[in-house]
């Protein structure tokens, strides 16, 4: 008995498709898919969710200082001559931020290896696109919501659609519960 299914391609395909198809779960919270690619996706996305939430509260807040561009009404930076040039005038902010330990730093970097990075565009404009960070969504969304379920695993849903009109292979709905 084989690990796990070829899904018809070479190993480094089957590796991208993967990769994509759980960063699209994760990113939007369910895709659909044949059934052969959801049980291996679940697999992968199931043992991301399972290190967020065992990772999700292994962070210190430390208190830092920053310095921050003043800005006008307008949101453009303040700028002030000295000595016969323009420089731009700095505010110094203290912020709260969140430091990771050791075992979760791990734990994200590991996320990483799986995840590909996305962008999302906002107002259909390409230059207003926004990086989403998938792994923060992981541990301050996902995992308090799964960390509920008692069982071990079991934080995606298989639900069957039917069969694709094109090749009759069976279509599923795969979710984050």
Do not use: W
């Not at 509260?57 to 003043?70: G, I, L, S, Y």
């Not at 902010?93 to 996305?118: C, G, T, W």
Request: proline fraction near 1%; charge should be positive.
């Amino acid at each position: 008995m084989a690990k796990y299914r070829k899904l018809g391609r070479t190993s480094s395909q089957r590796k991208a498709l993967i990769r994509n198809q759980v960063t699209n779960l994760l990113n939007n919270g369910k895709i659909v898919t044949t059934e052969a690619k959801a049980k291996e996706i679940r697999k992968v996305a199931e043992s991301l969710i399972a290190l967020a939430i065992k990772e999700k509260d292994n962070f210190e807040e430390v208190t830092v200082k920053a310095k921050v561009a003043r800005k006008d009404a307008e949101g453009k930076r303040v700028k002030e001559v000295v000595d016969g040039k323009k420089v731009t005038v700095y505010d110094e902010v203290e912020k709260m931020i969140k430091k990771d330990k050791p075992s979760r730093l791990h734990a994200r970097r590991q996320m990483l290896k799986v995840l590909y990075s996305v962008t999302e565009v906002v107002d259909g404009k390409r230059k207003n696109a926004k990086e989403v960070d998938l792994v923060a969504k992981l541990f301050d969304e996902v995992a308090p919501k799964c960390a509920a379920r008692t069982s071990q695993g079991g934080y995606t849903r298989i639900v069957k659609i039917g069969q694709r009109k094109g090749d009759a292979a069976m279509e599923v709905l795969l979710e984050i519960i």
